[in-house]
Nanobody, 115 residues
Framework: QVQLVESGGGLVQPGGSLRLSCAASGISFSAYTMGWYRQPPGKQRELVASITNGGSTNYADSVKGRFTISRDNAKNTVYLQMNSLKPEDTAVYYC?????????WGEGTLVTVSS
Protein backbone atom coordinates (compact mmCIF):
# COMPACT_ATOMS: atom_id res chain seq x y z
CA GLN A 1 0.00 0.00 0.00
CA VAL A 2 1.40 3.35 -1.07
CA GLN A 3 1.34 6.18 1.42
CA LEU A 4 2.65 9.73 1.24
CA VAL A 5 2.26 11.52 4.56
CA GLU A 6 2.93 15.24 4.84
CA SER A 7 3.74 17.01 8.08
CA GLY A 8 5.11 20.32 9.30
CA GLY A 9 2.32 22.69 8.35
CA GLY A 10 0.89 25.28 10.70
CA LEU A 11 0.42 28.95 11.41
CA VAL A 12 3.39 31.24 10.87
CA GLN A 13 3.85 35.01 10.76
CA PRO A 14 4.90 36.77 7.57
CA GLY A 15 8.67 36.55 7.18
CA GLY A 16 8.81 33.31 9.12
CA SER A 17 9.92 29.83 8.13
CA LEU A 18 8.52 26.33 8.06
CA ARG A 19 9.87 22.97 6.93
CA LEU A 20 7.46 20.50 5.42
CA SER A 21 8.21 16.80 5.29
CA CYS A 22 6.67 14.04 3.19
CA ALA A 23 7.37 10.46 4.25
CA ALA A 24 6.76 7.83 1.59
CA SER A 25 6.12 4.12 1.96
CA GLY A 26 5.18 1.37 -0.45
CA ILE A 27 7.22 2.75 -3.35
CA SER A 28 10.81 2.57 -4.54
CA PHE A 29 11.30 6.13 -3.33
CA SER A 30 14.73 6.74 -4.84
CA ALA A 31 13.37 6.06 -8.34
CA TYR A 32 10.60 8.65 -8.10
CA THR A 33 10.49 12.31 -9.01
CA MET A 34 8.98 14.03 -5.98
CA GLY A 35 7.10 17.28 -5.98
CA TRP A 36 5.39 19.75 -3.72
CA TYR A 37 2.16 21.34 -4.90
CA ARG A 38 -0.13 23.80 -3.20
CA GLN A 39 -3.75 24.84 -3.45
CA PRO A 40 -4.61 28.28 -2.09
CA PRO A 41 -8.18 28.89 -0.92
CA GLY A 42 -10.50 29.14 -3.91
CA LYS A 43 -7.73 28.53 -6.44
CA GLN A 44 -6.35 25.64 -8.45
CA ARG A 45 -3.54 23.39 -7.35
CA GLU A 46 -0.13 24.50 -8.61
CA LEU A 47 3.39 23.13 -8.69
CA VAL A 48 5.71 24.65 -6.10
CA ALA A 49 8.89 22.62 -6.53
CA SER A 50 10.09 19.26 -7.76
CA ILE A 51 13.20 17.10 -7.46
CA THR A 52 14.14 14.26 -9.77
CA ASN A 53 15.63 10.94 -8.72
CA GLY A 54 18.96 12.41 -9.82
CA GLY A 55 18.57 15.48 -7.63
CA SER A 56 17.70 18.08 -10.26
CA THR A 57 15.32 20.69 -8.92
CA ASN A 58 12.68 22.98 -10.39
CA TYR A 59 10.81 25.85 -8.72
CA ALA A 60 7.82 28.03 -9.43
CA ASP A 61 8.91 31.61 -10.06
CA SER A 62 6.89 32.77 -7.05
CA VAL A 63 9.04 30.76 -4.62
CA LYS A 64 12.51 30.92 -6.19
CA GLY A 65 15.09 32.09 -3.70
CA ARG A 66 12.76 31.46 -0.75
CA PHE A 67 11.91 27.74 -0.88
CA THR A 68 14.27 24.77 -1.12
CA ILE A 69 13.28 21.21 -1.97
CA SER A 70 15.49 18.32 -0.91
CA ARG A 71 15.25 14.58 -0.45
CA ASP A 72 16.74 11.91 1.79
CA ASN A 73 16.49 8.57 0.01
CA ALA A 74 17.67 6.71 3.11
CA LYS A 75 14.63 8.03 4.97
CA ASN A 76 12.22 7.91 2.01
CA THR A 77 11.44 11.54 2.72
CA VAL A 78 11.23 14.75 0.71
CA TYR A 79 11.40 18.15 2.35
CA LEU A 80 10.35 21.69 1.53
CA GLN A 81 12.16 24.41 3.44
CA MET A 82 10.11 27.59 3.23
CA ASN A 83 11.67 30.89 4.24
CA SER A 84 10.50 34.50 4.04
CA LEU A 85 6.92 33.33 3.98
CA LYS A 86 4.24 35.65 2.66
CA PRO A 87 0.47 35.69 3.20
CA GLU A 88 0.04 34.57 -0.42
CA ASP A 89 1.88 31.34 0.45
CA THR A 90 -1.16 30.31 2.48
CA ALA A 91 -2.42 27.03 1.02
CA VAL A 92 -2.78 23.33 1.52
CA TYR A 93 0.55 21.81 0.50
CA TYR A 94 0.57 18.39 -1.14
CA CYS A 95 3.34 15.92 -1.83
CA UNK A 96 3.35 13.95 -5.09
CA UNK A 97 5.49 11.09 -6.31
CA UNK A 98 5.81 10.29 -10.02
CA UNK A 99 7.47 7.44 -11.88
CA UNK A 100 6.39 6.84 -15.44
CA UNK A 101 2.68 6.13 -15.49
CA UNK A 102 2.48 5.90 -11.72
CA UNK A 103 1.70 8.91 -9.56
CA UNK A 104 0.64 9.21 -5.95
CA TRP A 105 -0.57 12.09 -3.80
CA GLY A 106 -0.52 12.76 -0.10
CA GLU A 107 -3.46 14.14 1.85
CA GLY A 108 -1.94 17.58 2.31
CA THR A 109 -0.89 19.82 5.15
CA LEU A 110 -2.21 23.34 5.76
CA VAL A 111 0.15 26.30 5.86
CA THR A 112 -1.28 29.60 7.04
CA VAL A 113 0.81 32.76 6.87
CA SER A 114 -0.80 35.48 8.90
CA SER A 115 -0.06 38.03 11.59
Amino acid sequence: QVQLVESGGGLVQPGGSLRLSCAASGISFSAYTMGWYRQPPGKQRELVASITNGGSTNYADSVKGRFTISRDNAKNTVYLQMNSLKPEDTAVYYCKGVRGMFNYWGEGTLVTVSS
